[in-house]
């Protein structure tokens, strides 16, 4: 096993530079309220997990949340699941979200692929979502009813979601990329009061009309739906459904509502899983979890301040728009795009980055390796003298393609995060006073009780890897599961393997110096002779060649009772998988992980399949390859390209004869 270690870190936090960050400043509120000497941030970290009651109230204390109410108890309810957290508290998230910013700097910041960029300012964005929030009341909208949007990237989703959570309304979105079955699959269980939908998006230079899957979405949800609301996009046709145009609805009105003020636990949003199998399920997530547990993670791991300007590349259907949108707690700024990163070229986001002055940009490791692969140096070829610090999630960094960030972005933290739709935060991530070290993350995160577990539910050694477990419970753990009266999905999904801990589903390792190393999904973990291996370690090998642009290995049990373990590679243009090819790759797979770790086979395939949100679908590959149909085993409206599983199909079918190296399609 990698442990993907380096002798020194690629960063310090002796080379930042400035003012103090959040984090130390939290520091030193803890040390003059509470008497503690922590001198680093493992023993933050420590006493952030042993006194978790303790930290949350010393959170609400810092962020000064007593002006906008007491509370009885922090944590009435200490049990996982079923953690009560500040009973008696009654807030607003969208309220407290837009007590921040200036009058006239910029809140909302919007790009499409042109360049045309589109700015609300912090007085304009409260104006609109006073605007909006007072008409989806006239319409009948109350608290607890869904408002759900089927929308890009824009303002007007920020707009939507904050005058629906001021109501107590829950919010629901899915990006316009999504054909109309699988938003249906999603909204359909939720019964929405009202749909706000766009009428087309722009994506690597092609407009993508979206009036028929309105006019398919209003019908399906007619029985709940009272008022579909438009927002018209040049070029596209409005839907042939009666609707109420978003220009008329978001006028401000001389008599505008008063945000509503809710308990603690009332639900903000529903969050979706990718859905591969089966219906997605949908996540409840509360006001008041939301609200602390972004106040921490974007505060503290992120250093947000109100000088801030953050741009996550993400869609609306992923999470991390969420956490984007969540940063206007702070008073920063946040930059919303709209389109395909790597249009009209894979440097797209960081003249992005250049021209709007982003201080922390939020990417995956799958733009940073195809920046690498196509020989971009951002730092000399763009003024990134603005950016202070990276973020990325989505699947685990490589090594190398962290070390490349650091030498060819600049000296800046690249912080490296895992966590989840499940909790909407993350797990594991960095921290302003916290070293990166390459392929890792620096750090758990505050008050996540994160630890590495084997299947007998015993933690394992420092180094050695095991199951990601979280032993205590966080505000933003999910109220519950949409439309599980009985909790028993929950239960199932998270608690079933160990009843008083809840199971991510990661392979990790936790070093001796407290970073963590992701080596992908437990359920497709590698298994070749009783020796289970992460994925990842195979990825960071096999993805630096220049030939390859992605890789894709699973391990396949067959009846006979053998192992087999093929490697998919894709290739670059003009490039042909060869004995020679072959021969280097597993050699630098043996040398970088170990020999368990080289494949049977290498086979050249002419695309990966992924998530709508990036990740690469080992699990349902895997069961195809033992036999299972794709409809058995994954949801074609979840996925990036589902054309891709028929050449999988094919595979599965011919496997069996004899070794293959190339698939020919």
């Not at 006239?104 to 960029?117: F, K, L, M, Q, W």
């Not at 009846?559 to 373990?565: A, F, N, P, R």
């Amino acid at each position: 096993m990698s442990t993907a270690g380096a002798e020194q870190p690629l960063w310090s936090p002796e080379q930042g530079c400035g003012a103090p960050s959040n984090l130390e400043s939290f520091i030193d509120h803890l040390r003059v309220t509470r008497g503690l000497d922590i001198s680093d941030y493992q023993g933050l970290w420590e006493w952030s997990v042993a006194e978790i009651a303790e930290f949350w109230a010393a959170i609400w204390e810092y962020f000064d949340l007593d002006c906008v109410s007491g509370y009885d108890e922090v944590l009435s309810v200490d049990a996982l699941p079923g953690a009560q957290w500040f009973s008696g508290a009654r807030i607003n998230f969208a309220d407290h979200l837009l007590r921040g910013g200036s009058r006239a700097t910029p809140a909302v910041i919007v790009v499409d692929e042109s360049g045309n960029t589109t700015t609300l300012t912090w007085d304009e964005l409260r104006q609109k979502v006073s605007a909006l929030a007072t008409a989806l009341d006239g319409l009948g909208v109350a608290a607890g009813d869904v408002v759900a949007g089927y929308l890009p990237n824009s303002a007007e989703a920020v707009i939507a979601f904050l005058a629906a959570a001021s109501l107590g309304a829950v919010w629901s979105v899915v990006g316009l990329d999504y054909a109309a079955p699988a938003v249906v699959d999603r909204f359909a269980q939720l019964r929405p009061t009202v749909l706000i939908a766009a009428t087309g998006y722009r994506y690597n230079g092609v407009l993508h009309d979206r009036a028929d899957a309105i006019d398919t979405l209003a019908s399906a949800l007619a029985d709940s739906v009272i008022a579909t609301v438009v927002v018209g996009r040049e070029g596209c046709r409005l839907p042939a459904t009666r609707v109420l145009q978003w220009d008329d609805l978001t006028v401000p009105s001389p008599n505008p509502v008063t945000p509503l003020v809710v308990d603690f636990d009332h639900p903000l949003w529903v969050l979706f899983t990718s859905g591969t199998t089966g219906i997605p399920k949908g996540l409840v997530h509360s006001h008041g979890g939301i609200l602390v547990e972004m106040l921490k993670q974007l505060a503290l791991h992120w250093d947000v301040t109100a000088s801030d300007r953050v741009f996550w590349y993400t869609s609306t259907s992923w999470v991390m728009w969420n956490l984007q949108v969540s940063t206007l707690l702070l008073g920063g700024s946040i930059v919303c795009y709209d389109g395909s990163p790597t249009y009209p070229d894979v440097a797209a986001m960081w003249r992005l980055v250049a021209a709007h002055q982003v201080t922390f940009f939020g990417t995956s490791p799958g733009y940073l390796h195809a920046s690498a692969k196509a020989g971009l140096t951002p730092g000399t070829d763009f003024d990134l003298t603005a950016l202070r610090a990276l973020g990325c999630t989505g699947s685990p960094l490589a090594p190398d393609v962290h070390r490349w960030a650091l030498e060819h972005v600049g000296k800046k933290p690249v912080w490296s995060m895992s966590g989840g739709t499940d909790v909407a935060s993350a797990f594991a991530g960095g921290a302003p006073n916290a070293p990166v070290w390459a392929g890792e993350l620096s750090t758990r995160c505050l008050a996540v009780a994160a630890q590495s577990w084997d299947e007998r539910g015993t933690p394992v050694a420092a180094g050695e890897v095991g199951e990601l477990v979280i032993t205590r419970p966080m505000p933003s753990m999910p109220i519950r599961l949409w439309n599980d009266t009985t909790g028993e999905r929950y239960r199932t999904t998270y608690f079933g393997m160990f009843p008083d801990a809840w199971r991510q589903g990661d392979w990790v390792t936790i070093t001796a110096r407290g970073s963590v190393v992701i080596h992908g999904r437990s359920d497709a973990t590698l298994n070749r002779n009783g020796i289970r291996m992460g994925s990842a370690d195979i990825y960071a090998a096999v993805e630096t060649f220049p030939q390859v642009t992605e890789s894709l290995v699973v391990g396949v049990d067959r009846t006979d009772g053998s192992y087999w373990m093929p490697l998919f590679v894709t290739l670059a243009p003009q490039c042909h998988l060869d004995e020679s090819l072959i021969a280097q790759m597993k050699l630098a797979i043996g040398q970088r992980a170990s020999p368990r770790h080289i494949p049977d086979d290498i086979i050249a395939v002419r695309g990966i399949p992924h998530t709508r949100t990036g990740k690469k679908l080992e699990v349902p590959v895997k069961r195809m390859l033992q036999g299972a149909a794709a409809a058995a085993v994954v949801s074609p409206d979840a996925v990036d390209d589902a054309s891709l599983f028929d050449d999988f199909a094919e595979i599965a079918r011919t496997a069996g004869q004899s070794p293959q190296r190339v698939a020919t399609f």
